[in-house]
């Protein structure tokens, strides 16, 4: 049986990173690296449980027994059992690290030692010795004590599939314990050159070749989603309507000939964001739903965020220097005191010094981003210090800096993503301000008689209509299903104009997180009695939606 010290678990715990980021390559190379040595995340250890003769090796279901932690021994885990399980020891197991020790399991009862986990799970038993709070720590323990049982134990999974449920269940447990995150995030993996959250990539390098069988529909109208969605059988009959009406909505996205698959599976994503926004007692459900032949949904949720995060690079580079939301992040941490040290802070503000000359002239997106990835690595061999100031500062409208990164990298890796017509040639172009009626009235008093539905049209999509003129066709596209929605809506001849007008307003409201396509719609006049002279506007969407 393996004892490691505090002072080597320390050390471990808080490995050196100076290899992180090293000269001459880049976050396409080291995220390669990492994909490529990835089996070493779940080697070692014991593949089965240790006793053949009280449990086929076969077994994967979870076990009977209720672990406690029997002791804070560190670098050494011992847990009793309530009642008796499928896993105690019969003193004859096998061990790929320092071989049988079975008195000391037998002594204790159905219990784990250091050397019967795999690399990730030492490495995750060993962050408990920083873990302050006993309930938390005792829970950490039972997570890590549960991976072992239900998926390293599992034969039926490949290490690939091990590593995504692993990351799955993670970051499930970890929406609950937030006091960890950061703790257990940014713990660096040395001999796989990554910190834990670089899982994630890899995770979504396995994944995303395999997303297209999921959302491709079948003759029937169904696909392997839907069904997943369906079978989730751990809520109520309104969580079911909903998911209904939710699948209808994606599949007149899945089924449109005008969308390419990329740009599908962004408005998949926004779609998903729109529910979870309205009903969030459902997000952790849903995360949870194993897709058959793929794995949990929370990873096919991570694929389909990363074709959004592609597709709205502008969000977070475009605009003017002033405006760029990259920029402004920076600065403010750079001009933060609790980001560092005066010298550090110093440090940041060069590199967003230098960022910011660049972006004054050139403009274009992807340029852009590729020139601050680029950049920031470079930045990074020498001040590797930042990774965990910077990785996780929140772009405004977009994600993290450290999204920002993997998506421009995986882009490349599979280089097949296409959005159709792209939505701007420049930055800066996005951020010309639409410009409004002056005449703009919204009385609220009138409201419902714009979405009043005679001869097949309403004066709200009468308006839609004509501003969609002047729309380019990826703007169109984008709104495109969501317009299709309000038509529903409004055409519904069993619902009251109040009713109507309210789903309207709440479509409007939550169709997207983008704020400029969400100004973008907002600023649409509406016309009364299908005018367009300045006297027949009757105010904004924007307004329309405040009479709510």
């Not at 009642?83 to 020891?89: I, K, P, Q, T």
Request: hydrophobic share 35%; glycine share 4%.
């Amino acid at each position: 049986m393996q004892k490691l010290s505090l002072v080597l678990l320390a050390a471990l715990t808080t490995a050196a990173t100076a290899n992180y980021c090293t000269s001459g390559s880049d976050f396409s190379d080291d995220c390669d690296n990492r994909q490529n040595n990835r089996g070493c995340l779940t080697s070692g250890g014991r593949t089965k449980p240790p006793s053949s003769s009280s449990s086929s090796s076969s077994e994967s279901a979870e076990p009977t027994t209720q672990f406690t932690l029997a002791t804070s021994t560190h670098g050494q885990c011992y847990c009793s059992c309530e009642s008796s399980g499928s896993y105690e020891s019969s003193g004859s197991d096998e061990s790929s690290g320092s071989g049988s020790d079975s008195s000391s399991s037998s002594s204790e009862g159905s219990g784990f030692e250091y050397d019967d986990y795999c690399l990730l799970l030492q490495y995750f038993y060993n962050i408990s010795i920083e873990i302050t709070d006993v309930t938390i720590r005792e829970a950490w323990i039972e997570f890590i004590e549960e991976i072992q049982v239900t998926i390293i134990y599992d034969v039926s999974l490949t290490s690939d599939e091990k590593l995504v449920a692993i990351w799955s269940k993670l970051e499930i447990f970890l929406t609950t314990y937030t006091e960890i995150s950061e703790l257990v995030l940014y713990t660096y993996i040395e001999e796989w050159s990554g910190y834990v959250f670089d899982i994630q990539t890899v995770v979504l390098y396995i994944q995303w070749s395999y997303t297209s069988t999921v959302v491709e529909i079948d003759a029937s109208g169904d696909c392997i989603l839907f069904e997943a969605l369906r079978n989730c059988t751990a809520v109520d009959a309104e969580f079911s309507a909903r998911i209904e009406i939710l699948i209808e909505e994606l599949t007149v996205i899945l089924e449109s000939t005008t969308y390419t698959y990329s740009y599908q599976l962004v408005l998949v994503y926004e779609k998903f964001v729109a529910f979870f926004a309205e009903y969030t007692q459902y997000t952790e459900v849903i995360l949870e739903i194993e897709i058959e032949g793929y794995g949990s949904f929370s990873s096919f949720y991570e694929v389909v965020y990363n074709y959004w995060l592609v597709f709205n690079f502008e969000i977070a580079v475009g605009g003017s220097v002033s405006e760029c939301e990259l920029i402004q992040t920076l600065t403010a941490c750079y001009e933060n005191v609790s980001s560092g040290s005066t010298s550090e802070r110093a440090q940041i503000k060069e590199l967003v010094e230098k960022i910011t000359t660049y972006y004054e002239s050139y403009v274009e997106v992807d340029v852009r981003v590729e020139y601050f990835v680029e950049q920031f690595y470079e930045w990074l061999i020498i001040q590797e210090w930042s990774v965990e100031i910077i990785f996780g500062l929140e772009i405004q409208g977009y994600g993290t800096v450290y999204d920002l990164i993997i998506a421009y990298v995986w882009e490349h890796h599979c280089g097949c993503i296409d959005f159709g017509e792209s939505t701007t040639t420049a930055a800066i172009e996005t951020t010309t301000e639409v410009e409004t009626t002056t005449h703009a009235t919204g009385d609220c008093s009138t409201v419902l008689d714009l979405v009043l539905f005679q001869n097949n049209i309403t004066d709200l999509s009468w308006s839609i209509d004509e501003a969609q003129v002047s729309w380019n066709s990826t703007e169109v596209q984008r709104f495109a299903a969501y317009e299709k929605r309000i038509f529903v809506v409004e055409s519904n001849t069993t619902a009251t104009s109040q009713e109507v007008f309210t789903n309207v307003a709440n479509i409007f409201n939550v169709w997207t997180t983008n704020e400029f396509y969400l100004d973008l719609v907002y600023s649409i006049n509406i016309y009364i009695y299908h005018e367009t002279a300045s006297e027949y506007v009757w105010g904004t969407v924007k307004q329309f939606c405040a009479c709510a």
